[in-house]
């Protein structure tokens, strides 16, 4: 089981990026996926989860209204599209697997996901 994150790189604050994480090795259109990010010395938090079948998203509320999750579940990937971003949202973004309970929204647990990938760092400049 992979998950290969990559779109991350340097961008001045109120820019926009686009990353895309490709899954293999499992049947991706039965697990809802999550994305996090870690920033230097603090703990991996909760960005967005998005249902199995697109249907769904949720969100952090430090990035509601400017961060949009989607998939593609023919092409087996997860993509996070970022627009205004801010120097705040520098950090290392990992997807992952959804493995806890349905009922659990949003979702938002480290522990409830496995498989997270290398992830892809994000530096917003100010």
């Known amino acids: 089981v992979q998950l290969q994150a990559s779109g991350g790189g340097l961008v001045q604050a109120g820019g926009s990026l686009r990353l895309s994480c490709a899954a293999s090795g499992r049947t991706f259109s039965n697990y809802a996926m999550g994305w996090f990010r870690q920033a230097p010395g603090m703990d991996r938090v909760f960005v967005a989860s998005i249902s199995r079948d697109g249907g769904w998203q949720y969100y952090a509320h430090p990035v509601m209204g400017r961060f949009t999750v989607s998939r593609d579940n023919a092409d087996n990937t997860v993509a996070l599209q970022m627009s205004s971003l801010k120097p705040t949202d520098t950090a290392v973004y990992y997807c992952?697997?959804?493995?806890?309970?349905?009922?659990?929204?949003?979702?938002?647990?480290?522990?409830?996901?496995?498989?997270w990938g290398q992830g892809t760092q994000v530096t917003v400049s100010s």
């Open positions: 992952a697997f959804y493995i806890g309970s349905e009922s659990d929204l949003p979702y938002g647990k480290t522990d409830d996901y496995d498989y």
